[in-house]
């Protein structure tokens, strides 16, 4: 459907996903997804020409739905012409005219049955479900519970994501119904990867029970690493403090972890598999080694059978 070579696609992550990372990814073979995240559309329309430049292979782009500017962004990606368009945080029923007339295949990141069914009507070609295993924003199910009851609920592919960082979480979710996945715990560690140094430190050090959620007050939930800001934000987010406080405590903590590798204020976004992820390597590695895992697991998977 998408000419690429390996079902796997790289997660739009904000501040983090950009033309660099997403041409590496697609050019090693899968797809590479730039994040709009809360920026300004001049500056996504800018990282797309960048991925231009640098892959003549599809790539995508994600629309964070809560973003400011995500009417501005949807607009330009409609002038555009992207391949791939996916959606997160956020139900992108509204848009789906605009792109689905420019010739994008629209891929929305989905987090319930409901929101599934939805994309699927209004002409989604795949759904990806994320699990609330992933970094950033989470939804309630986990992936396993979440692909199953997502393929059963409508007749387009689906990509599963969250927790997924190795051949064995893709080899798994395969089963499970999916038809490929979605990561991006797994390609901070790429060298194309362009966060600060500390950030991919943290990731190669994290264990397993290195990440925490913040944010359910407010109804945005947020995976990251327990870091000194997450952790005073845990501590004040269930006290007396106002919403306005509180939101204001979020506002650039992302920028400052991604470029800054502030470890006092940073927010380090992550998922719940970082602790798998043990080396830095490029792109099409990640993409090859984890495809290479993934068949030696299926092929070997008949010694369960009779
Ligand atoms: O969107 C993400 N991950 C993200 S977005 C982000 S930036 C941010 N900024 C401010 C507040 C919160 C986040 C960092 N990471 N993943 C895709 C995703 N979508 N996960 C869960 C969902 C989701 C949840 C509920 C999608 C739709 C939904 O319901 C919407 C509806 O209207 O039904």
Not at 18 to 24: K, Q
Not at 125 to 130: G, Q
Not at 284 to 293: N, V, Y
Request: charged share 20%.
């Amino acid at each position: 459907m998408l000419g690429i070579e390996y079902p796997i696609f790289q997660g739009g992550m904000a501040w983090i996903s950009d033309g660099i990372l997403a041409s590496a990814v697609s050019e090693g073979g899968g797809l590479g997804i730039i994040a709009a995240g809360n920026a300004p559309a001049d500056y996504v329309r800018n990282q797309i020409h960048i991925a231009k430049s640098r892959t003549s292979r599809p790539f995508g782009v994600n629309v964070m739905l809560l973003s400011p500017y995500a009417d501005d962004v949807a607009a330009m990606l409609a002038e555009e012409m992207v391949p791939v368009i996916t959606t997160g945080a956020g139900n992108p029923s509204k848009y789906m005219e605009a792109w689905l007339n420019a010739g994008s295949k629209v891929i929305p990141v989905v987090a319930s049955t409901a929101l599934a069914k939805m994309a699927a009507r209004v002409g989604a070609s795949a759904v990806i479900a994320e699990g609330t295993e992933s970094g950033g924003h989470i939804g309630e199910l986990t992936t396993m519970v979440l692909i199953p009851q997502i393929c059963d609920a409508v007749n387009i592919p689906v990509l599963a994501a969250g927790g997924i960082g190795d051949g064995r979480g893709m080899a798994a979710s395969l089963m499970l119904g999916a038809c490929g996945v979605q990561m991006g715990t797994r390609f901070l560690a790429a060298e194309e990867c362009g966060i600060h140094p500390l950030y991919k430190e943290k990731i190669l050090k994290a264990t397993d029970l290195c990440t925490a959620v913040t944010g359910r007050r407010l109804g945005h939930p947020v995976r990251g690493l327990r870091t000194p800001f997450a952790r005073r934000y845990a501590k004040v987010e269930y006290t007396d403090i106002s919403d306005e406080e509180l939101e204001a405590m979020g506002v650039g903590a992302l920028r400052l972890a991604v470029k800054e590798g502030d470890l006092e204020n940073g927010s380090f976004l992550s998922g719940q598999i970082a602790a798998i992820v043990s080396k830095i390597q490029p792109a099409a590695e990640i993409l090859r080694e984890i495809t290479a895992e993934a068949e030696e697991i299926l092929k070997g998977a008949d010694k369960w059978v009779r």
